[in-house]
Structures are given as structure tokens and as C-alpha cells.
DNA sequence: GAATAGATTGTCT
DNA sequence: GACAATCTATTCT
């Protein structure tokens, strides 16, 4: 079975980011690659709100060859490398001007699946091909060359499908410690149902122990 | 499961 | 020259 996928209008980007980093949770990364396709359901996402959010490379209103595309209109892509290896997707927001984005950090993958695996290299669990910003763009191809790629139309889009059941749980963002107070803001977004976020919006309840304790041995 | 170290390069000071 | 919106392997429990 095919799954139908389309693109998400401009007007979906062109709103304020906590707005838009929520309503992607259960949306559609697309890539169409030497024609196979690839898609994750969007399961995690975290917003930056330069220039004021000091967590965000906008902050200060700092605009380079790097940061330009978020000074843009929205609905493109803005990637970056961190720590030399990992490329990192976003999307960005607002208005012209306002340099926002929303990274995207975990996804679910529902098409394409063996070609995630193949390009994450090695024999893995389903749930270790995309639960994270850096995995996520290996799995599905995407890297620098997809900087200032339009959203709304061509081989790389964030769509809408199939509609599922979620449950929207929120959370600090994470790596950003130091942007001190910013770095409190529960401004990370994940599906509390998905098992495919890169961690939980927050720790399970705290009720009977995980483990029995340890019984003294006896004779 | 938790803690740790090491990888590796674009970007900005 | 310092550092980074991360990931992996290894070590210990």
C-alpha cells in the first residue's frame, strides 16, 4: 500500500513558532531520493525564537551566512552541522524578518525503512534509525545541500497523512544548558504515545519500584 | 541502565 | 583557537 502525503501550505510555516513547533508533532517528513521515497511521522520537535531566545543562533539578532535562511519568509529548510558530524533539520518560521525554526528531533519511520537502515550503516532497532536530530538526517539523506530547500513543494517536504492518535507532551529543549534561563522554557514538543521520541517529555510516574529490592540471601 | 570519553569540522571571536 | 541545538562505543553496575 501507498501512502498519500501532501504538502503542508505556506501558510502552515508563517505563524508564530511555539504554534507551528506543535502543530508538526504528527505531520510528515517526506524525500524523495533516486526515486524511492522515504517518510517519518514527526514525533518531536523543539522551537527557536531568535533574536531574544539566547538558545538560538538568531539570538541577538545575529545574521550570517549560516542564519540568513531564518531571517527569510518561512517554510524553508535550515540545516547545520554540530560537533563536525551530525546535521541537524529545520523549518523555518514567521514572518519575514523574525528569525525563528523548529528543529525537528525525532521521527517515526513508516516508509522506506530499509533504506534508513542502509544509510544508518549498521543493524539497528526500528526505533534507533530516527529517534534523534542527527540520526534522523542520516536516515533519511538529508545534509547541508538541503539548506534553503522550499518545504511546500519538491523532493523534500513536511506533509500531512494519515491522522493518528497523540498525545502532546511538553518539555525543556535539549543540549542548551547554556542559554541558562532560556534553556528552562518547556519549548520541546513530543508525542507522549510514540516510543520513537528521543526521550520522554517527562519521567514516568512514580509508582511501585522497577525492580524488586534485592532480598538478602539466606543459607 | 548510567556514566564517560572521543569523534571531527563549520562557524564565530 | 574555542566551541557546538549529537552520537557511539566502552566500561561499570
Redesign the pocket.
Known amino acids: 500500500m501507498t501512502l498519500s502525503f501532501r504538502p503542508l501550505p505556506r501558510s502552515f510555516y508563517a505563524r508564530p513558532v511555539l504554534t507551528v513547533a506543535r502543530a508538526l508533532v504528527g505531520t510528515y517528513l517526506v524525500h524523495e531520493q533516486a526515486g524511492a521515497r522515504m517518510a517519518g511521522r514527526v514525533v518531536e520537535t523543539?522551537a527557536?525564537r531568535g533574536p531574544e531566545d539566547r538558545?538560538?543562533?538568531?539570538y541577538g539578532g545575529?545574521r550570517?551566512?549560516?542564519?540568513e535562511v531564518m531571517f527569510g519568509p518561512a517554510g524553508y529548510a535550515?540545516l547545520?552541522?554540530?560537533?563536525?558530524?551530525?546535521w541537524?533539520f529545520?523549518v523555518v518560521t514567521g514572518r519575514v524578518g523574525e528569525p525563528e525554526?523548529v528543529?525537528i528531533r525525532a521521527l517515526e519511520p513508516v516508509e522506506g525503512v530499509g533504506s534508513m537502515a542502509l544509510r544508518?550503516g549498521?543493524s539497528?532497532a526500528a526505533r534507533?534509525l530516527t529517534n534523534?536530530?542527527?540520526?534522523?538526517c542520516?536516515a533519511m539523506g538529508i545534509d547541508?545541500s538541503a539548506y534553503g530547500r522550499d518545504l511546500t513543494s519538491g523532493s523534500l517536504a513536511v506533509c500531512s497523512g494519515p491522522t493518528r492518535q497523540r498525545s502532546i507532551g511538553r518539555s525543556p529543549?535539549?543540549?542548551?544548558a547554556?542559554a541558562g534561563a532560556w534553556a528552562k522554557r518547556p519549548w520541546r514538543f513530543c508525542d507522549d504515545l510514540s516510543p520513537y521520541v528521543?526521550r520522554p517529555s517527562a519521567p514516568p510516574p512514580a509508582a511501585a519500584p522497577q525492580k524488586p529490592a534485592k532480598l538478602a540471601r539466606n543459607g
Open positions: 523543539e527557536y538558545a538560538a543562533h538568531s545575529r550570517t551566512a549560516r542564519t535550515y547545520f552541522l554540530v560537533y563536525g558530524l551530525h541537524q529545520n525554526a528543529l544508518r549498521k539497528r534507533e534523534g536530530p542527527g540520526k534522523l542520516q547541508g529543549r535539549i543540549g542548551v547554556y528521543s
